[in-house]
Structure formats: structure tokens, C-alpha cells
């Protein structure tokens, strides 16, 4: 394919999308069950760790004092229980950390359907954490995309993501430097970069335009949106908005 052609076939997929976060819905974790074993349950104690179990295994209380943030809770399902269970940072980044309760819901997780996946999702406390977080990527499935096509099936790296504007309105301390950050992820390397950041303004609806000079993540990476505050006031007119392309 020329490289004309392979330009019309990028513009021709290319989809324009927003996507939201607000007050606890920043979504840190997904987890999948990939056994065949019948009863598969979550169960989330956010003071102390996750447990996830089913008919023939148990990972036993995966604790937050060892696994202290959400990379290296991610890295132990993945590799020690990977057999049994599959896990997915969406909205958060490796270095966010799991402990002081800061993960929702402290209960028993029902799994819910979304991309063919029956997905346990597990959400960060927005005042414990005191931010809150979107990620840009292909897709925010963990083994299969948002159009239930396996991953394996779809060559790495095929896609790219660019973000076009940022929204966002959250109840802080006071206006702060650093406060709205960009990250780009590489998956191959497992690394976070920050590529830019802003000053947050308290508690006013704010749009930072990107039209006309989006940033855009390398083929196969994604981009993390992370709105952060010494101290972020719960409150139902918090959210972080991301308007983006995937292509």
C-alpha cells in the first residue's frame, strides 16, 4: 500500500471520541477471569488488599503494603496468577499508589459486560487519592478491544491515539502549577513519560483547546490525562473530560 493509500485507510477508521471521568469513576483496574473454573469472585478490602478467587484457586489477599501501587499489582495477576486471572491499569498510572483505601469498592466486585469481556472494574476514591485520571488508547479492554476482537488477532501497534482537548472543572486547594499533566505509556517498555503539563484552575469549568496542535502518542502507545491536588473536595460538579482520536 502507498503511503497516499495508507493515509486514506488511517483517516477512513479514524474515530473522534470524548471520554469522561468524574468523582470515583476514574478507573484504575480491570480484571478478567481466563479460567475455566466455575465461580470467579472479586473481592476488594481497600484498607488491606484484593483477593481473587475461583472453584480451584485463590491468589489469597493480594496485600497493599507489598504491592503498593497499581504497576506492581497489576505485574503479580498477570504473572503469578495469570493462568486464572488477567489485569489492565485504564485510568491511572503505574507509580498510583493502592494504599490509605484509596480503591472502591470496598466490597464484594459484580463483574460487568462490556467488549465481550466480563469485566471486574475497580475505581479510585477521588478525595483519598486526591486526583483523577483518563486514559487515551486503542481500546480500554484488557484481552479483547471495545469491539470484542481478540488483541492477539489485531497487529501490535497498528493503531495510534491523539488528543484534541481537554476539559476538566474539580474542587482543589488553590490554582497549582503541575497540576494537569499529560503522560505517554510505551506497553513494550512498561514506561510512563510526562510530555506536558498545566496550572489548574479551583472549581471553574475550564477547556483547553488542542484542534489545531493535538498531541499525539507514538503508534501502540497510549496517553494519560492526570488532574492532581493536595487536596480535591468531593463534589457531584468534579469531572476530567478527554476529547480525542483513535486511528
Sequence with gaps: ?????SLQARGYEARTMSGIATDDKS???????????????VTLASATGITLA?????TGSLAFSTYTNLGKLVDVINSDHGLSWKARII???????TASSVLLPDSVITATTRGGESIYEVFMDTTVNDSMFYRVSADRGVLRDDDAALKTEIPGGSHRVKINGIKYRAS?????????????????????????????VDNVATTIDLTDSPFEAAYGNDLVVMLVDSAITGATTNFLQVDYTRE
Design 1 to 5: 500500500m502507498s503511503s497516499l493509500e
Design 27 to 41: 478507573l484504575a483496574i480491570e480484571i478478567v477471569h481466563v479460567a475455566t473454573a466455575a465461580s470467579p469472585v
Design 54 to 58: 475461583d472453584a480451584a484457586t485463590t
Design 91 to 97: 485510568d491511572g498510572l503505574r507509580a498510583t499508589s
Design 172 to 200: 482543589i486547594s488553590a490554582a497549582t502549577a503541575n497540576g494537569l499533566r499529560l503522560y505517554e505509556y510505551d506497553p513494550v517498555g512498561n514506561v510512563e513519560t510526562q510530555l506536558y503539563q498545566w496550572t489548574t
